[in-house]
Nanobody, 128 residues
Framework: QVQVVESGGGLVQPGGSLRLSCELS????????VGWFRQPPGKEREGVAS????????YYADSVRGRFTISRDNAKNTVYLQMNSLKPEDTAVYYC?????????????????????WGQGTQVTVSA
């Protein structure tokens, strides 16, 4: 049974940093897509960053490129989202999603509709 569990959200001042964690279990493939998404209040869910495990290929939304970094720790079955230089517009519920089938590839890994397996979400608030 596949499980996706996020943690690490919170309140941070503009310019600050946070690291989100996405712990994965039940995945049997070596290569699959994992994505971070966010949903600001009153807006649609959008892709933030994704990684194709096995190749460590990464993709980023233009709005976060250069500020956010996605990475993984194989030993801990965990994917991280390091968020630096945070802005008030980064405020959102952040979700992790993963593809246990290995079908999702390339920039499709940034599309929310491509995934079936999601975590519960973690709130990130950037405010003075």
């Amino acid at each position: 049974q596949v499980q996706v569990v996020e943690s690490g959200g919170g309140l941070v001042q503009p310019g600050g940093s946070l690291r989100l964690s996405c712990e994965l279990s039940g995945f049997t493939l070596d290569t699959y897509a994992v994505g971070w998404f966010r949903q600001p209040p009153g807006k649609e869910r959008e892709g933030v960053a994704s990684i194709i495990t096995g190749y460590d290929t990464t993709y980023y939304a233009d709005s976060v490129r250069g500020r956010f970094t996605i990475s993984r720790d194989n030993a801990k079955n965990t994917v991280y989202l390091q968020m630096n230089s945070l802005k008030p517009e980064d405020t959102a519920v952040y979700y992790c999603a993963a593809d246990p089938t290995g079908v999702i590839a390339g920039t499709s890994s940034l599309r929310p509709g491509a995934y079936d397996d999601w975590g519960q979400g973690t709130q990130v608030t950037v405010s003075a």
